[in-house]
Structure formats: structure tokens, C-alpha cells
């Protein structure tokens, strides 16, 4: 599309990746941002909405394939169209990912809350009353997945992002069917509790888990107070030893949890979330390591001194 | 590093070679028992040992998955082999475990038969495609069935599960365990504040169908489509 055509304003092509008919046309001026072309998208395809447009150009290394453009400005609009085609593809149905959070976060609460003010609906009248322990671990339960949800809403900067519908379930089926389990055995009638040292020894590393995981929180929030899309090196206490203090933590608090009230589809709970975190505390790291030439060498991904 | 290739590649060749094989008299003596000999009540007699044998060597895929030998997911691999593995050692085997012989009837042995054909065609199919595709020569046909056949077997062989699995849901819940685990109930209260039934397991195992079997055939139909494109029928006569 040479520039200085008489009479012809610069736009771009928009094909569905794959094709060869053209779906649309988008004028290029000087303000045209990505969002524009997805709408140009949407305009024509039913039922299309900007989230579920993901945009592509060819890779000029590999016929037949496609490069997805990164809408976090490191490409720019004329640079990705300067070929003159641009693709998309549907992402699918999509939802929020404070949508997601709440959902995933909301049901176990309730889940444990209702096994444990329910156990005479779940297993009868004839059992004995909730002892401490169970009490306890319902308040640390309930009041984890509420930080959570408060977090979500009041402390996390991320970006307005979306996700596929289909995680919405995927994620909740996780932590449902788990807290399902988890309360089950712990609220049932001839649920037997550790020793008190344990009960205790457990509360106090639950407790003083989540408070430096809430501190971890804060810490990374108050980098992107001001920048949303701000990327630096965290600094502090917790960060000394740690690239992901937060997923350090939560592993701890949940080991409270378990010392505290003993129960294996606990401690399966946390091994699941340990080996997830373990990924994500992975990725994140060498993303550090590549990016800042000066990341200090004595931290690791999420256990201090071993990964 | 090629000649590594090279010995594990000969290794999964022999491999898929043997289970091709043992499969496909598997499947000889089904039809034969079934379709020749009308008998569908001596179909267990004849294939238990070697079902169980063939079968229970799937294991293996499990680490060629983990080595990298091959390339399909451990997760898809494991659950396959998981549910296979369930549904002889502790379904079918319950079935026709001596204790249960009494409750032996046409029923028992027409999901046995079902479940049998299915497993059986899937496994020589599966295992050929396998073999031939690392010596790099798979006929048209054959990839065909492989992408095929099974749109008429997993309704086949999930309705010879189902079946056998509900005919075996009440020795469960009276507390019987397959033969292969004697120890199959756990209750509270314990140190691990965990319990299980077989009974609990089982159903869980019943409802998992739900999900499982349009998941499990809408991804064979996504790679169906992917493999044999738009002209399935067109690649069929070539």
C-alpha cells in the first residue's frame, strides 16, 4: 500500500487466519489503535466482541503460519499492518477475570462454611458437637478464601483481561471438588484431631503465612500503583530470597492448615497448588533473569536456597 | 544422539508390533467366539489371561510418555490407561470373580462382548497406525480407520462398560472388593481423616462417563477433522 497513491487512504485487510477471502477493510489514521480494528472485525462477524478478537500477521520466517501481534504496545499499529493484511482468530466465549476469582473463591467458602453449620443436615443429629479444632480450621478456611476475594477486588492491578468461558469451569471444578473433600473430612463427626502442640504450631505458621503473603501482595500492588503496566524488581524483606514470596507463603499457610488439622485430602490440596505454583514461580523467575541483567543471584523461584 | 534414536525407535516398533499382535488374537477369538461359535458365554474363559496380560503392558506407554519417547501428553495417556485399567481389574473382573457366580447372566456377558469388540478393533488399529507411522509408511486406509472407527466404537465399547459397571455397583455396595485389591474399604476414624468405599469410588467412576466420554470423542472428532479434512471421503479412495 505505497503511501503517496492519489486519493487512497491507508487501510488494512482483515482476513480470518487461514483464508483466503478478504472479511473487511480498516482505515489506518493516525490514531488507529488495534481496538479499532477489532471492532472492524466485530462490525461483520455476529455475535464478536473485542475481547474474543485475537490479531495475527504472517510469519515472514514459516509459510502458512502466524505471529500473534502484542497488543502491549510493543508492536505498533502501522508497523503490524505495514504489510498491508492483517488476521484474527475467535478466542471463544469470554469472561472476566475478576469474574473468574470470585467465582473460583466465592464457592469454597461457602462450601466449608455449609459442611461445617450443616453437619447435622449432612450426617444426622446423633453426632457429637464440632470440637475446637474443627471450628478453628472452618475461621482459617473461611478466612483465607475471603482475603482472597477482598485482594481480588481491592488490592490485585491487573490488566482489564479476559479469559476463556471454559476456564471459568475448569477452575471451579478445582477448587470446589476440593473444598468439597477437604470439608467433608474435616467436618465429619469422627474427624480426629491431631495434638494440641500440632493444632497450635499449625495456627501460628497459618497465620503468620498469610500475613506475609498479604504483605507480598501490597508490595507487588504498590509497583503498579502508579504504571499498570510498570516491570521492575521487587524489592524488601519477604523478596530477599524469593522471586514469588506470595506463592512461598501460600504453601505455608496451607502446611498450618494441615499441621494444624491433619487431614490427607489436605495436604493433597496443597500439593496440587504447590506443583501449579511451582510452574507459574518457574516462568516467572527466568522472565526476571532474562529481563534485568542485575537480578540478584541469590534468589530463587519460590523455595529459598533449593528451586 | 541418532543412534539413541534409532534403539528407541526399534524398541517401539517391537513394541507396537507385540501389542498389535496380541490384540489381534484377541480379536480373532472374540469374533470367533461370538459370530462363529454363537458362545458369548465363554468369551471371559478364553481371553481373561491374555486380556489382562495385554492390557496391564498398556503401562508402558505411561513411561514412554514420561522419557519423551513419543509426543502425546502424559495426562491424556494416563487417564486412557487409568480407565482401561479400572474397568478389567476392578469392573469386569469383579463380574466374574467366583463369589459373584450366581449372579452371572446374559447381561454380564453381552456388555463383556460389547466392551471386548470395542477395545479389541480400537487396540490392533491403534497399535498398527503406531508401528507403521514411526517406519514412516501408513496406508490411507489405515489412517482412515484410525481416524474413524472409532465414531461407532466408543458408543460400543462405553455402553459394554457402563453396563458391566452397573451390573458390578451392588457387590460394591455390600462391601465386596474386586479380586485383585482385598483392601479396597477405608473408614474413619484414622490418623489421615480419610475414608473410602469401592461403593463411593465406583459411582464416582459411573459419573466421570458423563463428562469424560463427549470430551474424550469431541477431541477424536477436532483431530479427525484436522487429519482427514473436509474430503474424509476423498482420502478414503486413495
Not at chain 1, 2 to 30: F, N
Not at chain 1, 39 to 65: D, F, Q, S
Not at chain 1, 98 to 111: A, K, R
Request: aromatic share 16%; hydrophobic share 45%; net charge positive.
Amino acid at each position: 500500500y505505497p503511501e503517496r497513491v492519489q486519493g487512497t487512504a491507508m487501510s488494512v485487510a482483515i482476513y480470518k487466519r487461514g483464508s483466503d477471502t478478504k472479511l473487511t477493510e480498516c482505515k489506518l489514521g493516525a490514531s488507529t489503535q488495534f481496538v479499532d480494528i477489532k471492532r472492524a472485525v466485530c462490525e461483520k462477524k455476529r455475535g464478536l466482541y473485542p475481547e474474543r478478537v485475537a490479531l495475527y500477521i504472517e510469519n515472514k520466517e514459516k509459510a502458512g503460519a502466524y505471529v500473534r501481534v502484542d497488543l502491549d504496545a510493543k508492536q505498533s499499529v502501522k508497523d503490524a499492518c505495514s504489510s498491508g493484511k492483517i488476521f484474527f482468530k475467535d478466542l471463544g466465549p469470554q469472561i472476566g477475570w475478576n469474574t473468574v476469582f470470585f467465582w473460583e473463591y466465592f464457592g469454597p467458602l461457602c462450601i466449608f462454611a455449609a459442611t461445617f453449620f450443616f453437619r447435622n443436615a449432612i450426617w444426622g443429629t446423633d453426632i457429637p458437637e464440632a470440637s475446637d479444632v474443627q471450628r478453628l480450621a472452618m475461621y482459617c478456611w473461611v478466612g483465607h478464601y475471603a482475603k482472597r476475594i477482598l485482594e481480588t477486588f481491592f488490592v490485585h492491578v491487573h490488566a482489564q483481561s479476559t479469559m476463556p468461558l471454559f476456564n471459568l469451569f475448569k477452575n471451579c471444578s478445582y477448587y470446589w471438588g476440593f473444598a468439597a473433600l477437604v470439608a467433608y473430612f474435616v467436618c465429619h463427626p469422627q474427624y480426629a484431631a491431631p495434638a494440641e502442640l500440632n493444632v497450635k504450631a499449625g495456627l501460628y505458621l497459618f497465620i503468620g503465612s498469610e500475613l506475609c503473603n498479604g504483605w507480598t501482595h501490597l508490595t507487588l500492588a504498590n509497583i503498579r500503583r502508579k504504571n499498570p503496566k510498570a516491570y521492575e524488581i521487587p524489592t524488601g524483606p519477604l523478596f530477599a530470597l524469593l522471586s514469588c514470596p506470595n506463592y512461598f507463603f501460600e504453601t505455608m499457610a496451607w502446611f498450618g492448615f494441615n499441621i494444624m488439622t491433619q487431614s490427607f485430602f489436605g495436604y493433597m490440596f496443597m500439593l496440587a497448588g504447590f506443583l501449579q505454583m511451582l510452574e507459574w514461580a518457574l516462568a516467572r523467575h527466568r522472565k526476571y533473569r532474562k529481563t534485568f541483567k542485575n537480578y540478584p543471584r541469590i534468589r530463587k523461584a519460590i523455595i529459598p536456597f533449593v528451586i | 544422539k541418532a543412534a539413541v534414536m534409532g534403539i528407541i525407535n526399534v524398541y517401539l516398533v517391537a513394541y507396537n508390533v507385540c501389542m498389535a499382535a496380541g490384540w489381534s488374537f484377541l480379536l480373532y477369538t472374540t469374533a470367533q467366539t461370538l459370530f462363529l461359535d454363537g458362545k458369548p458365554e465363554q468369551l471371559w474363559e478364553r481371553t481373561e489371561w491374555h486380556l489382562k496380560v495385554f492390557q496391564t503392558g498398556a503401562v508402558l506407554e505411561l513411561l514412554h510418555s514420561l522419557l519423551g519417547f513419543v509426543k502425546s501428553p502424559f495426562s491424556r495417556a494416563l487417564l486412557q490407561i487409568f480407565s482401561r485399567l479400572a474397568a478389567l481389574w476392578v469392573v469386569v473382573d469383579t463380574n466374574y470373580a467366583q463369589a459373584n457366580a450366581a449372579s452371572r447372566n446374559e447381561w454380564t456377558d453381552n456388555f463383556f462382548a460389547m466392551l471386548m469388540l470395542a477395545w479389541c478393533t480400537v487396540e490392533v488399529i491403534r497399535y498398527s497406525f503406531y508401528g507403521l507411522n514411526i517406519l514412516g509408511s501408513v496406508p490411507s486406509f489405515l489412517n482412515w480407520m484410525r481416524y474413524s472407527a472409532f465414531l461407532i466404537l466408543y458408543p460400543i465399547g462405553v455402553t459394554g462398560e457402563v453396563g458391566s459397571l452397573l451390573h458390578a455397583m451392588p457387590f460394591f455396595d455390600q462391601g465386596q472388593c474386586p479380586p485383585a485389591l482385598p483392601a479396597c474399604n477405608y473408614s474413619m476414624p484414622n490418623s489421615f481423616n480419610v475414608a473410602y468405599s469401592m461403593s463411593s469410588l465406583a459411582k464416582f467412576f459411573l459419573f466421570m462417563y458423563i463428562p469424560g466420554l463427549p470430551f474424550l470423542y469431541l477431541q477424536m472428532l477436532g483431530e479427525r477433522r484436522r487429519k482427514l479434512g473436509g474430503g474424509a471421503r476423498k482420502q478414503k479412495k486413495n
